[in-house]
């Protein structure tokens, strides 16, 4: 684990926009900033399941590249990149208030964390996909950061919420699983209703210290 941790800290060093020299922190430990940059993976707060995607497209509603929850927290494809959305003067480094628009990035494929009015496969909820690319992202990839209880600024042991700016619907997973194209992984969605299953934690991952110089290190 340690290994895959450094490995990580190495690519993002060598990925980092020009215009942001302060070195990545590799963060293992509860009260971490999580800032734009931010290579983590999203726990499901209940099941401990992370946000996973991987290059296996759904075979009903979008058809676009699935997006699950995978039971373990040692799989290279459940790493995602926190970026703001376009138009935003926020740039690499900066926290990130409750109430913000962000975009999550998934670092394998590059496509990003995606909802419409599709139907999901399991449970008819909204379906969540990964789509788009670099250069290629709508609204569709816009999604809220709610934090719960006391705090402004997401840290890493605070529980958000990620609420889908088009559709309304609450990132979501729960106990059904699949069968044939991820055995054993949860299904992911969207639902409209506030609960405990739309509760998420930033877990692993490499954290870029805050652009005020002031984030915690571990």
Not at 109 to 118: D, E, G, P, Q
Not at 153 to 162: A, E, I, Y
Not at 175 to 186: E, N, V
Request: proline share 3%; charged share 20%; aromatic share 8%.
């Amino acid at each position: 684990m340690a290994l895959s941790f450094l490995g990580l800290a190495i690519f993002l060093f060598f990925s980092l926009d020009s215009d942001f020299s302060a070195s990545p922190v590799s963060a293992v430990s509860e009260g971490v900033e999580v800032t734009y940059g931010s290579v983590i993976k999203l726990m499901h707060e209940r099941t401990k399941f992370r946000l996973h995607s991987h290059e296996v497209p759904y075979g009903s509603g979008s058809g676009q590249q699935s997006v699950t929850g995978f039971p373990t927290g040692d799989d290279s494809n459940s790493y995602w990149t926190v970026k703001p959305v376009p138009g935003s003067k926020a740039k690499q480094g900066d926290t990130i208030k409750s109430g913000t628009d962000i975009r999550l990035q998934h670092m394998k494929t590059h496509k990003w964390l995606h909802s419409h009015l599709h139907a999901s496969p399991i449970s008819g909820n909204l379906e969540v996909s990964c789509f788009g690319g670099d250069a290629q992202s709508d609204t569709g990839d816009h999604w809220k950061l709610e934090i719960e209880g006391k705090g402004t600024t997401w840290r890493q042991d605070q529980k958000v919420r990620l609420q889908h700016v088009d559709t309304g619907g609450y990132l979501h997973s729960h106990d059904k699983k699949y069968q044939r194209i991820a055995g054993g992984q949860q299904e992911v969605c969207g639902v409209k209703e506030k609960g405990r299953d739309n509760i998420w934690l930033a877990a692993e991952g490499v954290y870029l210290p805050s652009s005020d110089g002031k984030a915690e290190s571990s």
